[in-house]
Structure formats: C-alpha cells, structure tokens
C-alpha cells in the first residue's frame, strides 16, 4: 500500500473503489492495521469509552488526544491519520484551529473529524483557509448526545433528512475534505454520498458510501457493553485480530460489509 492521501481517497470515489477505516488508539493496533491495508486509522474520541471506561466520550481531553494519536503516528507510514477534535475543542474557530495545530504538529494527524452540521461552517471554512484538512460528522454526533437524549437514529423523518442533506453540501462547500454520516438510514446515505464530491464514510449508515468506518474494539467483540447493532465480530469469524483486520477490509471492498443486518431503514 503507498502512502494514503486525500487526493488517494478522491481518486477511490471517482474510480468507484471503497476504503476502510478502523479506529486506533496505540501503536500494536495501528500497525496491525496498516498491514491489513486500512486507509485511514481514526483515533476516536471513543477511547474514552473503550480505553478508559468512560460513559461517553465527553470527557476525552486534548492531551488524551495527542497522547493517542502521537502512539499511532510514531509507526504508520502509509495509512492517512484522523483524530477527533473533543467535545469543546471547536467552541471557538480559533480554538478549533489551536487544537487542530496541536493534533497535527504534536500528534502527527493528518487531518482533524469536527462533529456538527451548519453550526459548524464557519469553522470548516477557517480551517480549510488556513491549510487544516477537516472531516465533518454528520447525523449521530456522540459528543451530543446529552441533547439527543440517547444515542438514536437522525435523519428518519423528512425534515431532518433534508436539513442532513443540506448541511452535507454547505460543509463541502465551506471546504470539508471528508464527510462522516453515522447512525443515518441507508437510503439518505446514499443519498447524500451521490450528491458530494468528496468522500463519504459511513458508520450504522448502509453499504453505498465511498467508505466504511467501525471501532475496532466493536468488530472485535471486546467493547465493554453491548455491541452496537450496525457492527460485526469479525474476530469470530476469523480467529485472530490480524486476520479481523483483514477479513473487514475484504468485506468492505467487495461490498460484503455493512450487509442487510448493519443497517437502518
């Protein structure tokens, strides 16, 4: 696999080719990652959850997040590295750009994931402006969902599939490099990854975006708790982490994954 770029992943959605992304959070993962030919290794603010026993990813801190993502960036030499900017880090485009600064010349990312919708274009534009590569995260926002009251489906009704539609063409507009849907129905994904330009990767979001992305620790059945419904244990399936790894980007690539029980109507 030769480095990943952003212009690698334009050139998969053009060509019609999906690629995956796994979360990491330390070094074993990430390289075991790499080798199994991951494009893009998140370094999730779901480590609050999965590596600190967190109830959500609220607490994660900024130097939780370098600290991650620097573990991760110290072996990858190919995969693309995204880390998530933590809840408040954004409040301001100046903070969003300090942070994101301090997650790319500290952490090694090569690009920064910002929750939110068109409350959030202001920022996207600061930082595209100013060299910042950004993936924006649409429909289930986990750093929200105080104020969804649980962690539920978006996008089901007319109104806020429109407004996901919507705020998924303004934030590319404003210079997204990336857009993220999680949690939305299949047909709106697909829906909003024929109307982007850039890639689109999904997450409980059907199989026809460019892209599919889960927590490692779901599709390998160690997650404290219950798996969420969109994921799958691939290491079930194949017996080692090594080959789980392997055996997820099979899957995606040949469409196999998400598959009819992955998905929301």
């Known amino acids: 696999m030769s480095k990943i770029s952003i212009t690698t992943l334009n050139k998969m959605k053009q060509q019609g080719e999906k ?3 796994l979360t990491a959070y330390d070094a074993s993962f990430a390289l075991l990652q790499e080798r199994a030919g991951i494009e893009v290794i998140l ?44 809840f408040a880090a954004d409040v301001t485009k100046e903070k969003a750009l300090t942070h994101s600064a301090r997650l790319m010349a500290q952490g090694g990312a090569h690009m920064v994931k910002i929750e939110g919708g068109s409350s959030r274009l202001e920022t996207i534009r600061f930082l595209a402006e100013r060299g910042i590569p950004v ?4 429909g289930l926002l986990p750093q929200s969902v105080f104020k969804y009251g649980g962690y539920k489906v978006q996008g089901r009704s007319a109104e806020a599939a429109a407004q996901i ?32 330009h850039v890639p689109v ?3 409980g979001a059907g199989s026809d975006c460019d892209a599919q992305v889960l927590v490692s620790y779901d599709m390998l059945g160690i997650t404290p708790g219950k ?24 899957q995606v690539k040949q469409g196999l994954f998400p598959g009819v029980d992955h998905k929301f109507d």
């Open 165 to 196: 539609l919507q705020d998924a063409a303004a934030l590319e507009q404003a210079g997204a490099d990336i857009l993220l849907l999680e949690c939305v129905p299949a047909a709106l994904a697909a829906q909003v990854t024929r109307q982007a």
């Open 227 to 250: 798996i969420p419904s969109f994921a799958k244990n691939f290491l079930a399936e194949s017996g080692s982490v090594e080959k789980a790894f392997e055996l997820y980007v099979s």
């Open 201 to 203: 990767i999904g997450i």
């Open 19 to 21: 690629f995956t992304c």
């Open 135 to 138: 993936c924006s995260h649409l």
């Open 43 to 86: 370094v999730g603010d779901s480590l609050g959850m999965v590596i600190k026993g967190q109830s959500s990813t609220l607490p994660v801190s900024m130097e939780d997040m370098v600290y991650h993502t620097a573990n991760v960036s110290r072996v990858c030499r190919q995969a693309l590295i995204m880390a998530d900017l933590p």
